[in-house]
């Protein structure tokens, strides 16, 4: 299956609204990425008004698109690097995953996303090697957690398929801002009897500034550390040079990337991948997520890149189900 995130290209209701559109015209599934609630899902709290709202419509906006959900529960600050939980209340400020309340919390709300709203596939935490390796106290009591947390959904929705995902290049110690380290497999191994699928993200112009610069085996050496179907969780290639990476021409190095990835899904058997970000979200540009304004396989404006065709093509192909 292919997907998009629902990411939109401005923020207001009609281009969230787009997103599940754009997702349905082109692909068969779409991820919903969210930080998660905790206000709602401490012990003694309530699910807010807000929270069943956004529930309701977006379940509606999945069903009424034929769509199948991936649904990433995403525990940790982005903003920061992932090095402390995001949006915690006054109450758990500080806290981190030793902590009943945060560990009550986190496995109430996946229960309450397995039970509600039925997803394909959910993660339970998002890029989870960046927070924990600035966080090496805490690695036991999330994996704890996630087993925890695991079998919570499954007895709530034994059809949800269950990961947790690992942000690639880091790793496998490419990124040129972090402390440069060796592969981190062993990370991934700790998880590897609790999984359904190996979910990643990965975007591999941080580190090559070319597609062609990307190793034959980038993706398919994972095999030799899971037996798990593998999945891009997300993904993206930025078509503007970046620091930090990119490329010297960027839509034809973005075009190049959509080629190889889905070649190499396909050639893995991937049930599924995500291109994250359908639209350029210009309003990045200036915050600590400006490195993404121009992952988008089309502008904000809504006018094709280069890479969208390709992309596009790969969508009309006849799918077969698993």
């Known amino acids: 299956m292919m997907g998009v995130s629902t990411l939109p290209r401005a923020l207001n209701a009609d281009a969230y609204a787009d997103t599940f559109r754009l997702a349905s015209e082109n692909g068969e599934m779409v991820l919903i990425q969210r930080t998660l609630p905790w206000a709602d899902f401490v012990p003694g709290?309530?699910?807010s008004e807000e929270t069943a709202k956004t529930t309701a419509s977006e379940k509606?906006?999945?069903?009424g698109k034929h769509l199948n959900l991936f649904f990433a529960i995403d525990p940790t600050d982005g903003a920061t690097g992932r090095e402390s939980l995001a949006n915690l209340p006054a109450s758990l400020a500080g806290k981190n995953f030793r902590d009943n309340a945060v560990r009550s919390a986190f496995t109430s709300y996946a229960e309450y996303v397995a039970l509600n709203y039925k997803p394909?596939?959910?993660?339970?935490?998002?890029?989870?090697?960046?927070?924990l390796e600035k966080n090496k106290d805490d690695v036991d009591s999330f994996e704890s957690l996630y087993r925890e947390a695991y079998d919570r959904v499954k007895r709530a929705s034994p059809d949800?398929?269950?990961t947790v995902t690992f942000q690639y290049e880091d790793l496998l110690g490419l990124l040129p801002t972090q402390d440069q380290h060796y592969a981190d497999w062993p990370m991934l191994q700790r998880f590897n009897d609790k999984l359904d699928v190996l979910g990643i993200s990965s975007y591999p112009g941080f580190a090559y500034s070319n597609a062609s610069?990307?190793?034959e085996h980038y993706y398919s050496q994972l095999t030799a550390f899971t037996d798990k179907p593998i999945v891009l969780a997300e993904t993206g290639y930025a078509s503007v040079a970046v620091s930090g990476g990119t490329?010297?021409?960027g839509d034809a190095e973005q075009r190049?990337?959509?080629?190889?990835?889905?070649?190499?899904a396909q050639a893995l058997q991937m049930p599924f991948m995500i291109w994250f970000a359908a639209w350029d979200p210009s309003y990045a540009k200036g915050t600590p997520f400006g490195v993404y304004e121009h992952i988008g396989l089309l502008r904000d404006d809504n006018s094709e890149k280069p890479a969208w065709a390709a992309w596009a093509e790969a969508a009309r192909r006849p799918y077969v189900g698993p």
């Open 213 to 215: 610069d990307i190793p």
């Open 160 to 162: 949800t398929q269950v």
């Open 60 to 63: 509606d906006a999945v069903a």
């Open 247 to 249: 490329s010297r021409d």
């Open 45 to 47: 709290a309530n699910v």
């Open 120 to 131: 394909a596939y959910i993660a339970l935490g998002v890029e989870m090697n960046l927070y």
């Open 256 to 264: 190049a990337f959509v080629q190889r990835v889905l070649a190499d």
